[in-house]
């Protein structure tokens, strides 16, 4: 009786034993499968990190097919002018299209756009589009590449021969500026340098940067830019740099010349303001002013540039400098499209109002080593004269209307 008490008492513990086993097992399986457990070493059953439930391709279809301000307001661009870019950038094979391609133009041009607009970074644009950040990576930067193509079709000389209707029309500009097809300056765009290469792309305000040439119409259109340059480098060195090779610079026709400032030099094809006006003489202070309201509209489209694409404010990913110089080229053929296709927006209207942040820089210093061009010492002093001549009709034309 004993030994049969003993042998059942036994046999209940040991099937307490495994009960026990089983919940403790139990309880395991329930503990790792919660999504909790992913700090402790993950759980067994993987939870996608894109879920589907908008895949990047729905959400432009609902933005081209949405309220018209959605796309505006995420893109910078309407909805014609988009499938516009797309049939351009897609039909010149500047971004090539195959069927084995998981990812069309749209989608692509859109990562794009919402990038530069809003400086969002790539993980944010992974989430919004529901794709991988090696996706998005990927075609952002083919997409860079195809606007950059697209520029030597949108970034060109547009009409040199007939006087802009804003001097044409003008009493304060014309007949004076005539010749004027255009304004040249420089701008600072926030730059990630490599390893080795702060010290270069510091420049004078102390933070990292490229140097940024730009050549403008009255119209607020590009006409010309080289993008690339350390911010270090002074903006007449940037400009004689693009002169000194063969290079795609539009030389102004013969006769004519781009408004510049103080930094760059008095030469033929370039007309500079005074330096210390105000010691020289009235007139010569009129030049300035009226000169300074003119060559304005390069520091408005610099303006209009960087407000709508936020990117170009900073700071900057730690791309490499060949995509950050891309980023800076696609940008201006975007602008470049948009003065032509989309001219009424709030952007350009706000600059055309005069209500736009203006790029006021401090001027670079004299650089007397650089001269733009070749010119022998009788055409800068014939140049130099003609500025004299047009000073001096200026203010005396101004003393005879107020008479």
Same mark, same amino acid.
């Given at each position: /009786?004993?030994?049969?008490?003993?042998?059942?008492?036994?046999?209940?513990?040991?099937?307490?034993?495994?009960?026990?086993?089983?919940?403790?097992?139990?309880?395991?399986?329930?503990?790792?499968?919660?999504?909790?457990?992913?700090?402790?070493?993950?759980? !067994?059953?993987?939870?996608?990190?894109?879920?589907?439930?908008?895949?990047?391709?729905?959400?432009?279809?609902?933005?081209?097919?949405?309220?018209?301000?959605? +796309?505006?307001?995420?893109?910078?661009?309407?909805?014609?002018?988009?499938?516009?870019?797309?049939?351009?950038?897609?039909?010149?094979?500047?971004?090539?299209?195959?069927? $084995? !391609? =998981?990812?069309?133009?749209?989608? &692509?041009?859109? /990562?794009?756009?919402?990038?530069?607009?809003?400086?969002?970074?790539?993980?944010?644009?992974?989430?919004?589009?529901?794709?991988?950040?090696?996706?998005?990576?990927?075609?952002?930067?083919?997409?860079?590449? %195809?606007?950059?193509?697209?520029?030597? $079709?949108? +970034?060109? #000389?547009?009409?040199?021969?007939?006087?802009?209707?804003?001097?044409?029309?003008?009493?304060? @500009?014309?007949?004076?500026?005539?010749?004027?097809?255009? &304004? +040249?300056?420089?701008?600072?765009?926030?730059?990630?340098? #490599?390893?080795?290469?702060?010290?270069? @792309?510091?420049?004078?305000?102390?933070? $990292?940067? $490229?140097?940024?040439?730009?050549?403008?119409?009255?119209?607020?259109?590009?006409?010309?830019?080289?993008?690339?340059?350390?911010?270090?480098?002074?903006?007449?060195?940037?400009?004689?740099?693009?002169?000194?090779?063969?290079?795609?610079?539009?030389?102004?026709?013969?006769?004519?010349?781009?408004?510049?400032?103080?930094?760059?030099?008095?030469?033929?094809?370039?007309?500079?303001?005074?330096?210390?006006?105000?010691?020289?003489?009235?007139?010569?202070?009129?030049?300035?002013?009226?000169?300074?309201?003119?060559?304005?509209?390069?520091? =408005?489209?610099?303006?209009?540039? !960087?407000?709508?694409?936020?990117?170009?404010? %900073?700071?900057?990913?730690?791309?490499?400098?060949?995509?950050?110089?891309?980023?800076?080229?696609?940008?201006?053929?975007?602008?470049?499209?948009? =003065?032509?296709?989309?001219?009424?927006?709030?952007?350009?209207?706000?600059?055309?109002?005069?209500?736009?942040?203006?790029?006021?820089?401090?001027?670079?210093?004299?650089?007397?080593?650089?001269?733009?061009?070749?010119?022998?010492?009788?055409?800068? /002093?014939?140049?130099?004269?003609?500025?004299?001549?047009?000073?001096?009709?200026?203010?005396?034309?101004?003393?005879?209307?107020?008479?």
């Amino acid at each position: /009786m004993n030994r049969g008490r003993n042998s059942s008492s036994s046999n209940d513990e040991a099937s307490d034993d495994h009960q026990d086993a089983l919940l403790l097992g139990l309880a395991a399986e329930l503990i790792l499968l919660h999504p909790e457990a992913e700090r402790y070493g993950g759980p !067994k059953l993987k939870i996608p990190h894109h879920d589907g439930s908008l895949t990047g391709r729905q959400w432009v279809e609902e933005l081209i097919n949405g309220h018209y301000k959605r +796309i505006i307001e995420n893109c910078r661009i309407s909805v014609d002018n988009f499938l516009l870019l797309c049939d351009i950038l897609k039909y010149n094979n500047y971004v090539p299209q195959n069927y $084995q !391609k =998981r990812v069309e133009i749209e989608e &692509a041009l859109a /990562m794009a756009l919402v990038m530069v607009s809003h400086s969002a970074r790539q993980r944010v644009l992974a989430e919004r589009f529901n794709r991988s950040t090696e996706t998005i990576n990927r075609n952002v930067r083919e997409v860079l590449r %195809g606007l950059c193509m697209f520029a030597s $079709q949108i +970034i060109r #000389p547009f009409d040199y021969d007939q006087v802009h209707p804003r001097i044409a029309n003008s009493t304060k @500009y014309f007949p004076w500026f005539k010749d004027a097809v255009g &304004a +040249i300056d420089g701008t600072h765009i926030p730059a990630c340098p #490599p390893s080795g290469h702060q010290t270069a @792309y510091t420049n004078r305000h102390g933070f $990292q940067s $490229q140097n940024l040439l730009a050549v403008c119409d009255f119209d607020m259109r590009f006409t010309y830019i080289y993008a690339g340059w350390e911010g270090s480098a002074h903006d007449a060195r940037v400009l004689d740099d693009a002169l000194s090779h063969p290079s795609d610079f539009p030389m102004a026709p013969e006769g004519k010349y781009y408004l510049v400032d103080a930094a760059y030099k008095n030469v033929p094809g370039f007309l500079p303001p005074y330096k210390n006006a105000a010691r020289a003489g009235p007139e010569k202070i009129l030049f300035n002013t009226r000169h300074s309201e003119l060559r304005n509209v390069i520091e =408005r489209t610099f303006g209009v540039l !960087k407000n709508r694409f936020k990117f170009l404010k %900073g700071p900057v990913p730690n791309f490499y400098m060949s995509t950050q110089v891309n980023v800076v080229i696609a940008c201006c053929v975007l602008h470049n499209f948009l =003065r032509l296709h989309q001219p009424g927006d709030a952007h350009f209207q706000l600059a055309e109002d005069g209500n736009v942040g203006l790029e006021h820089q401090q001027g670079a210093g004299e650089l007397p080593h650089v001269h733009p061009l070749n010119a022998s010492r009788a055409e800068v /002093m014939a140049w130099k004269a003609r500025r004299d001549a047009i000073a001096t009709e200026m203010y005396g034309a101004s003393r005879r209307r107020r008479r």
